[in-house]
């Protein structure tokens, strides 16, 4: 080996242990303080959106119910939803409150488990925060709206046309749980770039395995499809299953520009 190689290849050493020296160290006892540290944080920020979305409770059951008001009118059924225990408007109330506070403190629970998490990267990959941070609120939101604006009203058509011969008499709660189910379901599942970020970035998949395995991804994306789907019909699950596809292929080019390996290739393509 030429002496110019073997130096360069000290010099590519010697910035790594460099680097790997600037992350701080912690004991167990720091970790689990740290945790507990960034769960109460996380807390505070829950009961915080909490109490302000529970001040718009009435704002935000306006908001969910237009669909199913839509549907009932264009169906010509009374647009009015019914309940069976006095006390159930006062628990969905609560349910709508809690889950709208999930979405409003999520930006910042996001930011602590960001925190938890940081000390443990270069400075080079911290520079993930911010796109981090905009791409899983701005994801969730385009998963919620397209469920709002087109699965959820569709899906709401089909069924009561699907059903004419029958008297609707639908309940408050149950229609709770099925708009939260469809809305929040599809939010989540325009996660998975995310989700697979990390697990690449901490090198547990790569580009490879992902494209490998992409006829399996398809069966388990329609099988969460087909879970969480409100209506029988096969267009309606490729209506949910067509964008987690879409989300899975993007995935795979998440994980390839993030992975340890081209990482530590392009470091050591920079410092050559």
Same mark, same amino acid.
């Given at each position: ?217 398809? $069966? %388990?994306?329609?099988?969460? #499809?087909?879970?969480?789907? +409100? =209506? ?8 949910? *299953? ?6 899975? $292929? %993007?995935?795979?080019?998440? #994980?390839?520009?993030?992975? +340890? =390996? ?8 920079? *410092?050559?």
């Amino acid at each position: 080996m030429a002496d110019g190689e073997k130096e360069n290849l000290l010099d590519r050493a010697r910035n790594a242990v460099t680097e790997r020296a600037e992350l701080p160290g912690m004991s167990l006892l720091e970790h689990l303080e740290e945790l507990r540290r960034r769960l109460v944080h996380s807390v505070i920020y829950l009961v915080a959106g909490f109490f302000i979305a529970y001040g718009f409770h009435e704002k935000i059951y306006g908001f969910m119910e237009k669909p199913i008001k839509y549907a009932l009118a264009k169906h010509h059924q009374p647009a009015l939803l019914n309940y069976h225990n006095p006390i159930d408007g006062f628990n969905m109330y609560l349910k709508i409150s809690f889950m709208a506070g999930c979405i409003i403190s999520a930006p910042f629970i996001l930011y602590q488990v960001w925190l938890f998490i940081s000390p443990g990267l270069y400075k080079s990959e911290k520079r993930f925060v911010t796109p981090f941070m905009m791409a899983t609120v701005g994801l969730f939101l385009a998963g919620a709206f397209f469920g709002y604006r087109w699965v959820f009203p569709g899906s709401l058509d089909f069924l009561f046309t699907f059903n004419k011969d029958f008297n609707p008499l639908i309940e408050i709660n149950e229609y709770t749980d099925l708009f939260l189910t469809v809305i929040l379901g599809l939010g989540v599942t325009f996660e998975l770039p995310i989700l697979v970020m990390f697990l690449a970035l901490f090198g547990i998949v790569n580009a490879r395995f992902l494209w490998k395995n992409l006829r399996y991804a398809i $069966l %388990i994306i329609f099988i969460i #499809a087909a879970i969480i789907t +409100p =209506t029988p019909d096969i267009l309606t699950m490729c209506v949910f *299953a067509t964008p987690m596809l879409v989300l899975y $292929l %993007i995935s795979i080019g998440v #994980a390839f520009m993030v992975h +340890p =390996t081209r990482r530590r290739r392009k470091r050591e393509e920079a *410092a050559s």
